[in-house]
């Protein structure tokens, strides 16, 4: 079934939406090989309408194009919610179930080859991970249609420039099960 995009546009099934500016739904192609799920908009989404627009995302696509050769534009960028949490706080359980099914519509509108979970949130509620990140970080898991990978947060590698290194490796391997025949 197709995302209905104008009822997702105007959801109120959870409190997130009584804050939000704009309810931040994804961006990128519908054929793309590579979907990325972070956690939440935080501030700049939240006015701009877009994922990952701000710092975090500036340091988290120029790892991309570096390591797996892709462009902003040719990956759908998504999160597990759609709508800031205030202070930009970890979503709650109720809100990560009731935004649920509109991530699970987009994953099977988009078939990706590829989905980079990005940070711990998304690792839990993509890959269904309940380690920590560094022990899930880099690992493909081989789910029902698609391959999925975690990486670090951007937003940990600004604090910790150390991580860099660690998200070019795990990008490494979505690059290599993007070209896997
Ligand atoms: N952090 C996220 O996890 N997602 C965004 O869209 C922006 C910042």
Redesign the pocket.
Known sequence: MALDVAALSSCTKCRLSQSRTRV?IGTGPSDAALLLV?????R??DEGG?????R??QLLFALIEEVVGLKRDQCY????VKCRPPG?RVPARDELDACRPWLTEQLADLAPRVTLA??L??AREVLGATLSMSAVHGRARHLAEHTGIATY???AALRDPALVAVMREDLAVVRAFLEAP
């Open positions: 931040v972070g956690e939440a908009p935080g700049h989404e877009a994922p990952f627009i701000g975090s995302g960028v998504t999160n597990t930009n990005v940070g949130t998304a947060h951007p937003a």
